[in-house]
């Protein structure tokens, strides 16, 4: 087997010749040297993560080793990106993932979300789509990728084990079903102010830069609709379009009450695992009653901590070092590859430049003006932090707004929105990341399905802003 395929070694060239011509083409008049080496690094990381001409894990050590040798960024800076309390987060959320299937939990509660939901593979669908957007109105997106990703997983397995789908449609639903969890975990938030970072930087915003503060109900109001019409496009997009399965063969399966009895009661360890799981669900969407303030990142390392703590029946704990053989080590290392890029570009300055280049806006219709900002910020947030990318646009749009004689909140709330929606790669979402990790997708289903829905983002984003936000926003 060759080691490089014709696509792969085309991407081993392309990457360093972008970097170069990057570097090279954009004047010193234009960019400092420091924020060109950023964009060109980020420029040759992302050709590597695409062609994966390396594996992608060692492609995401890249930043590591070109920002400081080249003078983009100091070591310390690009370096602590990889232990970035996400990224702790994720090893949390990862190992109580592993206890799950370790006692084998995942397939009781895939087994009851098949019974309530229905067996039809566009419901299966549908319902994974619908929970976990409903979860993600209320709390992070990461959070709600990694509670939904093991249920996903093990409803995957069912149909996978039953022989319920083979082949090219079994194939087709499994990566439609990872892709609803990665992709509602994102819209979902849409529609509340607490369900993104983005959003309540909008409210913050509107309050300190215009004295006008935006309600939660308000919000609800014009972000549910977005996000209700979005997770429709998703649906129809993912299971009409994309991934199109046939139905289950004209019959349903007949495993799931069979099975269930088959499992029998839980386990102690089950019920310990599920427990664990329960509490730190919970801690994630109520935290805002404690009397002390805890962040996401301790919360999964804590249930993550309990199940090395806890014994079980066995002459074991529910969880033992050797387990943690099948964690994702790599995709962390792609997560914190993703970060250190979006350290350089907040370090340099890179996003002001970015910034200065969408003031060409200036002077055109506010329709025009909106589609455009729109579209630069979605595609924008797929390289970069969506917290950063809100806080550096999000003001620079009250400005915009005067100069084009419009009342800002709908270029606010668009650049809030799109901060929000970046469906391409692995590292632009940590929903998408945590998918990622399932060895299912490649990351040419990721980009092709993502680019699609980034361009249905921008005819959804811009609709409700321009119909709809100034009926909430009176």
Same mark, same amino acid.
């Given at each position: ?20 011509l990057i ?6 008049a234009e960019?400092a040297?420091?924020p ?13 993560w ?5 594996? %992608?894990p060692?492609? &995401? ?8 040798t ?12 990889y232990? =970035?309390?996400?990224v702790?987060?994720y ?6 993932a592993i ?8 397939? !009781? ?11 039809e /593979?566009? !419901?299966i *669908?549908l ?8 979860l &993600?109105m209320?709390? /992070?997106n990461?959070?709600?990728?990694? $509670?939904? #990703? ?5 409803v995957?397995k069912?149909v !996978? ?5 083979k ?6 639903? /499994? ?6 969890? @990665?992709?509602?975990?994102?819209i ?7 369900? &993104?970072?983005?959003n309540?930087v909008f ?8 004295n ?15 996000t209700?019409?979005?997770l ?14 046939? !139905? ?10 069979? =099975?269930?009895?088959?499992l029998?009661?839980m386990?102690r360890e ?6 664990v ?8 969407m109520?935290k ?6 805890i ?5 999964? %390392?804590?249930? @993550? ?15 033992e ?11 962390l ?5 993703g970060?250190?890029? @979006?350290?350089g ?5 890179v996003? +002001? ?9 200036? +002077?055109?219709?506010y329709?025009? *003006?909106?589609?455009?900002?729109t ?7 797929e ?6 990318v809100a ?12 100069a %084009?004689h419009?009342?800002?909140? +709908?270029l606010m ?5 799109? /901060?929000?929606?970046a469906?391409? #790669? ?7 990341a945590?998918?990622?990790s399932?060895?299912?997708? &490649?990351?040419?289903? $990721? ?5 699609w829905?980034?361009? @249905? ?13 100034p009926?909430?926003?009176?």
């Open positions: 087997m060759k080691v490089y395929t014709k696509t792969k070694l085309t991407g081993l060239w392309l990457g360093p010749i972008g970097f170069l570097f090279g083409l954009i004047p010193e960019l040297h420091a060109r080496v950023v964009l060109a690094v980020t420029a040759w990381t992302a050709v590597w695409i062609t994966e001409a390396v594996p %992608i060692a492609a &995401s050590l890249l930043p590591v080793i070109l920002l400081p080249l003078g983009g960024l100091d070591v310390d800076t690009a370096a602590k990106a232990g =970035d309390p996400i702790f987060m090893m949390g959320g990862f190992i109580i206890a799950i299937e370790k006692w084998n939990l995942h397939q !009781r509660m895939a087994l009851h979300i098949l019974k309530r939901i229905g067996t /593979s566009h !419901r *669908v319902g994974v789509m619908v929970a976990t957007a409903f &993600s209320w709390i /992070s990461a959070a709600t990728a990694l $509670m939904m #990703l093991p249920v996903a997983l093990a995957i069912e !996978r084990e039953k022989g319920i789908l082949g090219d449609s079994l194939q087709k639903f /499994s990566k439609s079903v990872l892709l609803s969890v @990665a992709y509602a975990a994102s979902g938030g849409l529609a509340t102010l607490v369900g &993104s970072v983005p309540a409210a913050a915003m509107s309050k300190q830069m215009l006008r503060e935006i309600m939660f109900f308000e919000w609800f109001l014009f972000g549910f609709p977005v209700v019409l979005f429709i496009i998703l649906y129809l997009y993912l299971t009409k379009v994309q991934f199109k399965v046939s !139905r289950f063969e004209g019959k349903k399966p007949d495993f799931i009450d069979h =099975d269930l009895h088959a029998g009661p386990t089950e019920k310990t695992v599920f427990a799981f329960l509490m730190t669900a919970l801690l994630w109520f805002f009653l404690l009397p002390f303030d962040s996401d990142t301790s919360i999964a %390392i804590l249930g @993550a901590l309990l199940l090395f703590l806890i014994p079980g029946t066995k002459d074991e704990r529910i969880l070092w050797k387990d943690m053989q099948s964690l994702p080590w790599g995709k290392l792609l997560f914190g590859g970060l250190s890029l @979006a350290a570009f907040s370090e340099t300055d996003t +002001g430049w970015i910034a200065g280049k969408l003031k060409l806006l200036e +002077g055109h219709p329709l025009f *003006v909106l589609i455009v900002l579209g630069a910020i979605l595609f924008m947030t390289i970069m932090s969506n917290t950063a806080n550096m646009v999000i003001p620079m749009t009250v400005g915009l707004g005067a %084009i419009v009342e800002p909140y +709908g709330a668009a650049a809030a929105l799109a /901060s929000s929606c469906f391409m #790669l692995p590292i632009s979402t940590p929903p998408n945590a998918v990622f399932a060895n299912v997708l &490649s990351m040419k289903d $990721m980009i092709k399905a993502g680019f829905l980034n361009a @249905a983002g921008i005819l959804i984003i811009v609709t409700g802003v321009y119909f709809l936000l009926a909430v926003l009176q």
